[in-house]
Every structure is written in structure tokens, then in C-alpha cells.
């Protein structure tokens, strides 16, 4: 079964707008005020996704805000819970190497096909 909001991304028809409606909170995993992940469904075909949300302060004090959906298995939000001393890195990990939902300071929502190398400038 295909998701419904991962065909709209790659499509480039998906909006903030079908994410904030289309997805149920199931669970939070850690809020602050610069790192927020947790876990999120699609309500269409239950698809799971590990969501995070990360604020990044660039060196010359600019603020960016990133959001990522990245599609996960029970087992991945296990592996999730287990590395929540390490979370950031270990979220940066997962932002760089798998496809992902992403929406970013340019408030564009995209499709980021194969994870992304530049995710450790905004998780460091």
C-alpha cells in the first residue's frame, strides 16, 4: 500500500496544509524548544512516520525551522526510544540516509529522495 502523503510529496503537490490534516499524533518522544520528535500517522492508510521538528541557529544568529516525516516501522520507533540520549544525532542519522518528507525555511514542503549529506549542518 502506498501513502497517500508520500505519493502527494513526490508528486510536489503536498502541502503543510494535507500534513497538518492528514496526520494524527501518536505519540511524543521528547519536546524542547529546538528539538521536538515524536510520532505521527497518516490517517489515510496508517502509514507511520518518526516527525521531527528542528530549530537551527545558524553563527550569525539567523533561526531556520526544519520539519521532517520520515516514513518508520514499530521497530524503527523502538530504535528511536532506545537512542533518546543521543537523539539529535541519531535523528540527524536518519534525515541523511532515507527518504523523507521535509519542509523547510523556504516553507516549501518537498520529497527528499534518499535521505540528505547537508543534514548535519542543521543537527550539529
Known amino acids: 500500500m502506498s501513502c497517500y502523503l508520500i505519493a ?9 496544509n ?9 505519540e511524543s518522544i521528547i519536546e524542547s524548544s529546538h528539538l521536538d520528535v515524536g510520532v505521527v500517522k497518516c490517517v489515510s492508510c496508517g502509514q507511520l512516520f518518526i516527525y521531527c521538528f ?4 545558524s553563527p550569525d544568529w539567523e533561526d531556520d ?7 518508520a516501522t514499530p ?8 537512542n533518546i540520549d543521543v537523539l539529535s544525532g541519531f535523528i540527524e ?13 523556504n ?5 527528499v529522495e534518499g535521505g540528505c549529506d547537508w ?3 542543521i543537527f550539529s
Not at 528542528?54 to 541557529?57: A, L, V
Not at 542519522?93 to 525555511?105: F, T, Y
Open 18 to 26: 494535507n500534513l497538518k490534516n492528514q496526520t494524527w499524533a501518536e
Open 75 to 82: 521497530e524503527d520507533i523502538e530504535e528511536v526510544k532506545k
Open 8 to 16: 502527494l510529496a513526490k508528486e510536489k503537490k503536498l502541502t503543510h
Open 54 to 57: 528542528r530549530e537551527y541557529t
Open 93 to 105: 542519522e536518519l534525515v541523511n540516509k532515507r527518504s523523507h518528507i521535509c519542509w523547510g525555511p
Open 119 to 121: 543534514s548535519s549542518l
Open 107 to 111: 516553507n516549501k514542503v518537498s520529497w
Open 65 to 71: 525551522m526544519w520539519t521532517f516525516w520520515i516514513p
